[in-house]
């Protein structure tokens, strides 16, 4: 886990260039005019991100497994705060199904869009990448929120053993 503001920065910064690269994927399969191809990529590429994304900021399962009981405790109490269910979690069917209902008006733009002659698809790719990308930038925000929690209550945690 970042334990300073310039490596939450930096932990920040890398997430944002994966989420990049990755909605453009999704913006890309999205603009296909098969029907269903772009649910099955972004569900794809969702299951793998945000698991990148939490890793990144030292919030993937194992990684909180391995901290100290005490801190675990506080970032646990920081993350249902936040209330995130992707932060520590591995991520399930049923999760992402979780996901798509978030952004599913934007999804369903995006089908029916692709029924309109060249435009559509152009469309269908942007919406795709913008929904992507809320996703993706929301679970960056939950996971910059919670390590700045966790650096915040550190000296505390550390000075009750003391």
Request: proline letters at 5%; a positive charge; glycine letters at 6%.
């Amino acid at each position: 886990m970042p334990t300073t503001s310039a490596a939450l920065q930096q932990a920040i910064e890398r997430s944002r260039a994966k989420l990049h690269q990755r909605a453009l994927w999704a913006g890309a399969a999205s603009a296909v005019p098969i029907p269903g191809l772009d649910w099955a990529v972004d569900a794809a590429i969702l299951s793998k991100l945000l698991p990148d994304i939490s890793e990144e900021f030292g919030l993937a399962p194992e990684q909180l497994d391995a901290l100290d009981p005490t801190v675990r405790d506080q970032v646990q109490k920081t993350v249902a705060l936040v209330g995130s269910v992707f932060i520590g979690q591995l991520l399930t069917r049923q999760m992402l199904l979780r996901i798509a209902r978030t952004v599913g008006a934007r999804m369903g733009a995006k089908q029916f869009a692709k029924f309109i002659p060249f435009a559509g698809q152009a469309i269908a790719a942007v919406v795709g990448y913008g929904a992507l990308r809320y996703l993706g930038q929301r679970h960056i925000n939950d996971c910059a929120h919670v390590v700045a929690q966790a650096q915040a209550l550190k000296p505390s945690a550390d000075a009750t053993r003391a």
